[in-house]
């Protein structure tokens, strides 16, 4: 129906003497529109907004995650047990090295000297208690014309001088076989001690894993107990995830865990290992007293605090190299709702 068929049934109507009702202008009916548009959008909004923060508080409470989680590992470090100057060096920086492998090779040369002479002084105390074994039988002898001594007279003036020169060399000779038998117990720790000192010039790995930060150089003299070779454990591999305290109510042992590294796009699966039982409390610290120092400051605002889970890796995959430092974030699911997936 056309404007004009329109326009002229209202006069029909208006002729017939029925009171009609003006339509609204466009004009009228574009700024309805334009109120209500903002208001739908507005209402959209809310919804979503509130369907996705719904989602996210399902998501977060029901699944504790956190950002603040750390890849790491034993680091197993070799300080020297001998000084010397080191004359191999079988390794270099990030090598993987089997549990056994060599390692380096402190210079031998005085540690095989000290077995010689070490060799030579056992040989000579040897030699000084087989004398003093051998004398063993005069002692005895001198114990039974001692004892016979004593079954005759007394008054008799030479039996007594006899008697005293037997007691001496009794005392004599015993004396002789114990330092005898002490000499060659020494010279025999110190041959054990020369031995043991020439196998540490050679160290083994402890552990499979990788050198790291390696600095020691062929030529370069190490001291004992200071640190010359670092290696990883590569079977020692576990992540901390520090999560609000808020959260740890759902977190069970066992529970199956998710873990991204920042710069992976691959899940590493995991569960939890263990939940710290404690964290360092700033107002427990004592003072030079042994009383607690308590800040007198109370801020109204109190932060969560973080407290360590330690996340057992269970399977990583091929493409993902593991390094202790690395930053990672870890979901956890309890074992009902993994078991539902």
Do not use: C
Request: no cysteine; proline share 5%; hydrophobic share 45%.
């Amino acid at each position: 129906m056309t404007i004009t068929e329109i326009t002229s049934k209202r006069s029909e109507i208006a002729d017939d003497g029925h009171k009609t009702v003006p339509s609204p202008p466009p004009e009228s009916r574009a700024v309805t529109r334009r109120r209500i548009g903002p208001f739908l959008i507005t209402l959209a909004a809310i919804a979503f907004a509130g369907l996705l923060g719904w989602k996210m508080w399902d998501v977060y409470m029901g699944a504790p995650w956190t950002r603040d989680a750390t890849v790491r590992a034993y680091v197993v470090g070799m300080a020297p047990e001998v000084a010397g100057r080191i004359v191999e060096l079988h390794v270099v920086d990030n090598k993987y090295v089997r549990k056994g492998d060599l390692l380096l090779v402190i210079d031998p040369t005085n540690f095989k000297i000290a077995i010689s002479q070490s060799e030579g002084a056992q040989q000579q105390a040897e030699r000084a208690q087989k004398l003093a074994k051998d004398g063993w039988g005069t002692v005895q002898n001198a114990q039974q014309f001692t004892s016979q001594l004593h079954q005759q007279e007394a008054s008799a003036q030479s039996a007594q001088e006899n008697l005293n020169q037997a007691l001496r060399q009794v005392e004599a000779l015993k004396a002789q076989r114990l330092g005898a038998e002490a000499g060659f117990a020494q010279a025999k720790a110190q041959l054990n001690q020369a031995q043991v000192n020439l196998e540490r010039t050679r160290i083994l790995a402890p552990v499979d894993g990788y050198v790291t930060n390696l600095l020691a150089q062929l030529g370069d003299f190490v001291n004992v107990g200071v640190n010359t070779i670092s290696l990883v454990d590569a079977d020692s591999f576990w992540v901390d995830g520090y999560f609000e305290e808020t959260n740890l109510a759902p977190i069970r042992v066992g529970d199956p865990a998710r873990i991204k590294l920042m710069g992976h796009d691959q899940i590493v699966r995991g569960h939890v290992d263990s939940i710290a039982r404690a964290i360092n409390v700033a107002n427990a610290q004592p003072n030079n007293q042994g009383v607690a120092t308590v800040n007198p400051i109370f801020t109204w605002v109190r932060l969560a605090q973080r407290i360590p889970v330690r996340i057992h890796i269970d399977e990583v995959p091929p493409s993902v190299v593991l390094t202790a430092g690395m930053t990672a974030t870890i979901e956890i699911d309890d074992r009902g709702r993994a078991s539902a997936r």
